[in-house]
């Protein structure tokens, strides 16, 4: 059992940033377009971690309301998943899933828009700050009540089984929502019909206050799937891009080809606090220390340029095309409009001729089990 | 052309119906398929329509409800059974929280187009859990759809209105009546439009406002009325969210005396609203207190004779708006 007050976590020194690829490392090959893909991935990641950290200074600074959750440490588990998706593939966030959005494609301008709550983002300023949706791609808006969207990724990937359509829907969650029923439910479900889903249980350690051996009994998690007959996998070092890689890539082609559910959990850490008005004292003083130093995004940087897949210069371009993209977006949610509050009395009833996406698929293929 | 059908008969031609129509259509919950429904309200539909689309889920219901948003999200027009109206409750944060705010929340973007059948209701000796209404704690939430058809031919047509609606609708179907009312209903394709109620009966003394298995004894009475020369109009309310406000108003400025029937708990009860409608906006036509006629403030017992006393009996409304008339 990890307990952490003893620096007993999964992982408990520093990797060598050029030995990432955890169980994978030997059999990964860099071939030219495995490098391309580590180029897009890295944009990605580093994007999630600028957006992230711009947004909570702005905050700090008092230039939105509400609060702001931030994914700090954590960027691997969301952007990896997201990054790999297809457009049509559901993604069902919670809410600290910035890297979703980001890895997913939704564009840096509306990000900001959300968090300032302003008539440009998706939901027109009526949504708490960072519940970040963007229907284009397939990204339910999340919602403030924890593992409420776990049986809607259940719905959108038994629909996707039903039309035979090759589409996988991702689920995310903290390990502090796996305890409400939503996730039970939905899990024994995928693994009755063998559904195409991926669920990611993000483990940060501590909901809120709450750390993982007074979550849960059996503090890993991963080993519930084999109630629910479905595969289930750990990665101790969720902050490994490249470990990260090859465990979404198996499970999205495990869910695409008929083989069922996988739920994965991985190891992580948040630097900050729950929010950003939670000083986070409930954490050991070293802690946040140790998994600094598994900071996933320098350990990525030194594995591409270690492996001659990025130079320092390209990095250095695509790190100011980022910050020129966040100036941009800040620039544009500042100077948005807020909305009317009148608008708040718009969009409670869908009109008669909306359509849904997906709405042309009418063939439902699945006979039985 | 037409035919006689009873009310769980509608229910099930609705299905088939909407299932042969569009193919997204399809029905989940607990003993739906292999058995076709604890009352046979899904009969015959599996082997029409196959495995999926009639599909026997776990006792699960938050994912029948959940799980049919999903679906509804990605193009489907899912119909989810809740086995007893008194089971919702699991679901209730999926219909709250998530059914009834997804347009919202989206921007008006991503619709959630779900119907949920609910049987409920009294008078069928199944006790406190196999008999309650429970209406009212969903007609508090913006963005659903309430529904609750108390004749075959309403419960035909609601039910098509609420699988082609873009909207969570949530459809009470009244257990009592499944096998207890008939009569003709078209042969063709209808809907009824969810919204309007329907006025049963016209009168000028009193109106009497009800749905559901209430519906039929509040008629009794306004019949057993009239052969005193009491003339009540009777409202069918068939839509509880979004109400019939117009209705209600224009029949109660008419009359002057209102009596509302329903057999939920009158605490908090849908017949609270009605009456706050009527104070509102006919107060000085009013030559009365407005009568609420309810169930007991008391769990659904289970005896007959219990049972008998918790709900609006015949009598009860009878002495009540006899009442209320001679006030
Ligand atoms: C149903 C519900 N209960 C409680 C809360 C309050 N709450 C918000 S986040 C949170 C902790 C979540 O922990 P976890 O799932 O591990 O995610 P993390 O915040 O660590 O990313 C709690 C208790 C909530 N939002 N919803």
């Known amino acids: 059992m990890a307990k952490k007050d003893t620096g007993d976590t999964a992982v408990k020194e520093p990797v060598e940033a050029a030995t990432l690829g955890g169980p994978y490392r030997d ?38 309301y509400g609060t702001y959750f931030s994914q700090i440490g954590q960027e691997c588990t969301t952007t990896v998943p997201a990054f790999l998706a297809e457009k049509d593939d559901f993604i069902g966030p919670s809410h600290r899933e910035l890297g979703c959005m980001v890895g997913k494609g ?82 024994n479900f995928c693994g009755i019909h063998r559904l195409p889903l991926v669920y990611t249980i993000q483990n940060n350690w501590y909901a809120e206050s709450v750390p993982l051996e007074i979550q849960s009994g059996n503090p890993n998690q991963e080993q519930r ?20 890689l090859c465990v979404y890539e198996e499970a999205i082609e495990r869910a695409r080809n008929g083989g069922g559910p996988t739920l994965i959990m991985a190891d992580t850490y948040r630097w900050y606090g729950h929010s950003e008005i939670d000083p986070a004292t409930y954490r050991p003083d070293d802690e946040l220390k140790r998994w600094m130093a598994l900071d996933p995004i320098p350990r990525f940087e030194a594995y591409l340029l270690e492996n001659k897949v990025m130079t320092s210069d390209e990095m250095n371009a695509i790190k100011a095309e980022i910050q020129a993209e966040i100036e941009d977006a800040v620039k544009f949610a500042e100077d948005s409009p807020e909305s009317p509050a009148e608008v708040c009395l718009e969009n409670v009833y869908a009109p008669d001729d909306f359509v849904n996406p997906l709405s042309e698929f009418d063939k439902v293929v699945a006979k039985e089990i | ?71 509804a999200l990605m193009g489907m027009r899912p119909i989810s059974e809740i086995q007893f109206a008194d089971f919702i409750h ?28 609910v049987p409920y209701g009294g008078d069928v000796g199944g006790g406190m859990y196999h008999s309650q209404s429970v209406e009212a704690w969903y007609v508090h939430v913006p963005g659903l759809k309430i ?46 439009p969810i919204g309007p109620a329907e006025v049963r009966r016209e009168g000028r003394h009193v109106t009497m406002i ?3 298995l209430m519906l039929q004894r509040v008629l009794k009475v306004a019949e057993r009325l009239s052969g005193e020369g009491i003339e009540a109009e009777v409202i069918d309310l068939r839509t509880l969210l979004p109400m019939d406000k117009n209705t209600i108003i224009e029949s109660a400025k008419k009359t002057g005396k209102v009596v509302v029937v329903h057999e939920a708990p009158k605490t908090g009860g849908v017949g609270g609203e009605i009456a706050s409608i009527v104070a509102e906006q006919a107060f000085e036509y009013l030559d009365g207190p407005i009568v609420r006629v309810c169930g007991l403030d008391i769990p659904h017992p289970f005896h007959p004779k219990m049972e008998e006393f918790y709900l609006p009996s015949v009598e009860r409304i009878y002495e009540e708006t006899k009442k209320l008339v001679e006030y």
């Open chain 1, 225 to 244: 799937a084999e109630g629910y007959g479905i595969e289930g996998v750990r990665v101790s070092d969720g902050n490994d891009a490249i470990w990260m």
């Open chain 2, 1 to 71: 052309m037409g035919h006689v059908a009873t009310y769980i008969d509608a229910i099930v031609e609705a299905q088939r119906e909407e299932m042969r129509r569009d193919e997204r259509v399809f029905v989940m919950g607990e003993d739906v398929g292999i058995y076709g429904g604890v009352f046979k309200a899904t009969k015959g539909l599996k082997d029409e329509f196959g495995f999926y689309r009639c599909l026997d889920t776990p006792i699960s219901e938050s994912l029948i409800v959940g799980a049919g948003i999903g679906a």
């Open chain 1, 106 to 187: 939704v564009p840096t301008k509306y990000l900001f828009a959300q968090v300032y709550t302003k008539s440009t983002s998706q939901d027109r300023g009526v949504m708490h700050p960072v519940f970040f949706g963007w229907t284009d791609v397939r990204q339910i808006t999340p919602c403030t009540c924890l593992a409420t969207q776990v049986p809607l990724a259940t719905g959108a990937a038994l629909s996707y089984k039903m039309r035979g359509i090759k589409n996988v829907a991702f689920c995310f969650t903290g390990e502090g929502a796996t305890s409400k029923g939503d996730f039970h439910e939905s899990l």
């Open chain 2, 90 to 117: 699991g679901a209730h944060d999926q219909i709250v929280n998530q059914a009834a705010k997804i347009f919202y929340r989206t921007g008006g973007t991503w619709a959630c187009p779900l119907v949920i059948r």
């Open chain 2, 210 to 212: 009800a749905f559901g």
């Open chain 2, 147 to 192: 529904v609750c058809p108390g004749t075959p031919r309403d419960a035909k047509g609601l039910l098509k209105a609420a699988v082609r609606d873009n909207n969570p609708v949530l459809y009470f179907e009244h257990k009592k009546l499944y096998r207890t009312i008939k009569e003709e209903i078209p042969d063709d394709d209808y809907v009824t």
């Open chain 1, 27 to 64: 059999s990964f090959k860099l071939t030219p377009k495995r490098k391309e893909q580590l180029r897009g991935l890295y944009r990605v990641m580093r994007l999630t971690r600028d957006i992230d950290d711009r947004m909570r200074k702005l905050f700090r600074q008092g230039r939105y």
